[in-house]
């Protein structure tokens, strides 16, 4: 049995990245789809519910500052994931990036905390569906019963009356149609994507543009949190203070920065899609690049519009803050524009589903990729015989995430998200280093700059920058993350170790895909 650091040779990856027929994912997208797909997971959630998160908890008005910082190391990390999109065009994403540089079990944890960027942040996204599906109702005069909105760990007392959560059934029913649409097909997918990310992206100018006339300078100023800062409700009462080194000042700008990296997911997704690319080698870097640059503009904007608009201080307060930051912003302080309250409300419900469409569509080509390694059960690697889609991996994750978003507190998974995707960027930061000094003659149609072997600046830059938003992150994210890692390292000694097609010595020809071969793997893979 083979080391449990062997890697996946290089050729094998580019055999399957180039197959064709039965067993093979069909390649159907352009880059202008590329594109769609990364700001159709970018601009949703982070956008509309983080900015005021990051402003109230960490970075005030210098929350744009906080974007700019988390779109540092995503450049770095995206100029990363470029070149191994391009040059391995394949599913898989980093899991198969890290396969084949660092090893199967280093591959394994990369598997592992993708879950947590794609299944978990579909679910939380989907919670957050729900609310804003009650906000767009609301102006219609209705709304959905407590009970079947919020998970059975949630209650309220809503006119002086207790509320119980029983099932948050919005949640649930948008995960089963995303789910039964990516079962369907790719390219139906995609079509869907981009006609939401239009409209989407539509709204988002528009508050920008009507928003900047309704700026107060005084707003942004101070621009950073003070240290002796203390937020008090409408009662007098004391509900934020920020005392910690990650609170207030320029060690608020990380804390923040480490709050809307969620808003920054999405983009590392594209690479998912790799190996149903038309023109991987040109649309890839394309569709990661250039959804990065659109989003990182719209979000530096909208920060500065919303901070400007409303004072942090307001977005602290439980009442006002968390999902319905932005349409109380546009209700209080934008006189004359209800009418926009309600077009954002539509935009964040279409950025939402956009969301988790690409998010469920991420996760189930993760899964498809590890199903073909063995590391996954076989049953995630099979494609429908008419839509050519992994349609047992996409219902199973309906089940999963949609139990999840039906009955877990969204609040629970969102940091664990970031967590996941920086883990994923660190590694995949130092793929691209360990894999220009262990292959440097092999093509590279997109190369990362200022990256030689020995002066790897830009990915030694991407896993510094992504480990300290990190270490940005609260404790309690932290020790759930780890937790969850753990309990991956159990899941793997005791089901992939022993399933690896790789430690088996079997490896699956991509020429003839429905044939096995017997290879020993050789002293370069231990």
């Given at each position: 049995?083979?080391?449990?650091?062997?890697?996946?040779?290089?050729?094998?990856?580019?055999?399957?990245?180039?197959?064709?027929?039965?067993?093979?994912?069909?390649?159907?997208?352009?880059?202008?789809?590329?594109?769609?797909?990364?700001?159709?997971?970018?601009?949703?959630?982070?956008?509309?519910?983080?900015?005021?998160?990051?402003?109230?908890?960490?970075?005030?008005?210098?929350?744009?500052?906080?974007?700019?910082?988390?779109?540092?190391?995503?450049?770095?990390?995206?100029?990363?994931?470029?070149?191994?999109?391009?040059?391995?065009?394949?599913?898989?994403?980093?899991?198969?990036?890290?396969?084949?540089?660092?090893?199967?079990?280093?591959?394994?944890?990369?598997?592992?905390?993708?879950?947590?960027?794609?299944?978990?942040?579909?679910?939380?996204?989907?919670?957050?569906?729900?609310?804003?599906?009650?906000?767009?109702?609301?102006?219609?005069?209705?709304?959905?019963?407590?009970?079947?909105?919020?998970?059975?760990?949630?209650?309220?007392?809503?006119?002086?009356?207790?509320?119980?959560?029983?099932?948050?059934?919005?949640?649930?029913?948008?995960?089963?149609?995303?789910?039964?649409?990516?079962?369907?097909?790719?390219?139906?997918?995609?079509?869907?994507?981009?006609?939401?990310?239009?409209?989407?992206?539509?709204?988002?100018?528009?508050?920008?543009?009507?928003?900047?006339?309704?700026?107060?300078?005084?707003?942004?100023?101070?621009?950073?949190?003070?240290?002796?800062?203390?937020?008090?409700?409408?009662?007098?009462?004391?509900?934020?203070?920020?005392?910690?080194?990650?609170?207030?000042?320029?060690?608020?700008?990380?804390?923040?920065?480490?709050?809307?990296?969620?808003?920054?997911?999405?983009?590392?997704?594209?690479?998912?899609?790799?190996?149903?690319?038309?023109?991987?080698k040109r649309d890839m870097p394309i569709g990661i690049l250039g959804s990065l640059a659109i989003c990182t503009v719209l979000y530096i904007l909208f920060g500065h519009v919303l901070t400007g608009v409303a004072n942090w201080r307001e977005f602290a307060d439980p009442a006002i803050g968390g999902e319905a930051s932005v349409t109380y912003a546009i209700k209080a302080h934008m006189t004359g524009y209800s009418w926009l309250a309600t077009a954002v409300t539509v935009g964040i419900l279409l950025g939402f589903t956009s969301v988790?469409?690409?998010?469920?569509?991420?996760?189930?080509?993760?899964?498809?990729?590890?199903?073909?390694?063995?590391?996954?059960?076989?049953?995630?690697?099979?494609?429908?015989?008419?839509?050519?889609?992994?349609?047992?991996?996409?219902?199973?994750?309906?089940?999963?995430?949609?139990?999840?978003?039906?009955?877990?507190?969204?609040?629970?998974?969102?940091?664990?998200?970031?967590?996941?995707?920086?883990?994923?960027?660190?590694?995949?930061?130092?793929?691209?280093?360990?894999?220009?000094?262990?292959?440097?003659?092999?093509?590279?149609?997109?190369?990362?700059?200022?990256?030689?072997?020995?002066?790897?600046?830009?990915?030694?830059?991407?896993?510094?920058?992504?480990?300290?938003?990190?270490?940005?992150?609260?404790?309690?994210?932290?020790?759930?993350?780890?937790?969850?890692?753990?309990?991956?390292?159990?899941?793997?000694?005791?089901?992939?170790?022993?399933?690896?097609?790789?430690?088996?010595?079997?490896?699956?020809?991509?020429?003839?895909?429905?044939?096995?071969?017997?290879?020993?793997?050789?002293?370069?893979?231990?």
């Amino acid at each position: 049995m083979a080391s449990i650091f062997a890697k996946k040779p290089l050729a094998q990856l580019l055999g399957e990245a180039n197959s064709t027929g039965h067993g093979t994912l069909q390649r159907t997208l352009g880059a202008g789809n590329l594109v769609a797909l990364g700001v159709g997971a970018i601009i949703g959630a982070g956008l509309f519910v983080r900015t005021a998160a990051a402003a109230a908890q960490a970075s005030g008005p210098g929350v744009t500052l906080a974007f700019i910082l988390a779109a540092f190391g995503c450049v770095f990390a995206g100029l990363c994931y470029a070149e191994f999109a391009a040059m391995i065009p394949i599913a898989g994403s980093a899991y198969t990036y890290a396969y084949t540089t660092m090893g199967e079990f280093v591959a394994w944890i990369i598997g592992w905390a993708l879950i947590m960027e794609y299944a978990l942040g579909a679910a939380t996204v989907s919670i957050a569906w729900s609310e804003y599906l009650n906000k767009l109702l609301e102006v219609f005069h209705t709304s959905i019963p407590y009970n079947l909105c919020h998970s059975p760990f949630e209650h309220a007392v809503i006119n002086g009356v207790s509320q119980q959560g029983f099932i948050n059934l919005p949640a649930l029913l948008i995960i089963v149609a995303l789910s039964l649409l990516l079962v369907k097909g790719t390219q139906e997918s995609a079509m869907f994507n981009a006609v939401i990310v239009v409209l989407k992206v539509l709204i988002v100018i528009v508050f920008i543009a009507v928003g900047w006339q309704f700026i107060n300078p005084a707003n942004h100023t101070p621009y950073l949190i003070p240290a002796d800062a203390v937020v008090k409700n409408a009662a007098g009462e004391v509900v934020r203070t920020y005392d910690g080194w990650n609170k207030h000042g320029w060690g608020g700008i990380l804390g923040g920065a480490g709050i809307v990296f969620f808003a920054f997911i999405g983009f590392d997704a594209v690479s998912t899609a790799a190996q149903e690319a038309k023109n991987p080698k040109r649309d890839m870097p394309i569709g990661i690049l250039g959804s990065l640059a659109i989003c990182t503009v719209l979000y530096i904007l909208f920060g500065h519009v919303l901070t400007g608009v409303a004072n942090w201080r307001e977005f602290a307060d439980p009442a006002i803050g968390g999902e319905a930051s932005v349409t109380y912003a546009i209700k209080a302080h934008m006189t004359g524009y209800s009418w926009l309250a309600t077009a954002v409300t539509v935009g964040i419900l279409l950025g939402f589903t956009s969301v988790m469409l690409v998010m469920l569509m991420g996760q189930s080509r993760v899964f498809f990729s590890m199903a073909k390694d063995g590391l996954m059960p076989k049953a995630f690697s099979e494609l429908h015989p008419r839509f050519n889609t992994p349609y047992k991996s996409n219902l199973m994750l309906m089940v999963f995430v949609g139990l999840f978003a039906a009955f877990v507190p969204g609040s629970l998974a969102g940091d664990l998200t970031s967590f996941g995707t920086l883990l994923a960027f660190v590694l995949v930061s130092l793929g691209v280093w360990i894999m220009r000094k262990s292959d440097p003659a092999q093509p590279r149609p997109f190369r990362a700059p200022l990256s030689t072997p020995d002066f790897p600046l830009v990915p030694i830059m991407g896993a510094l920058v992504c480990l300290a938003l990190i270490v940005g992150l609260d404790s309690f994210t932290l020790e759930v993350a780890v937790g969850w890692m753990l309990v991956g390292f159990v899941v793997y000694f005791l089901y992939g170790k022993s399933n690896s097609m790789l430690q088996k010595g079997i490896v699956v020809v991509p020429e003839e895909m429905e044939k096995e071969a017997f290879i020993k793997p050789d002293s370069h893979n231990r």
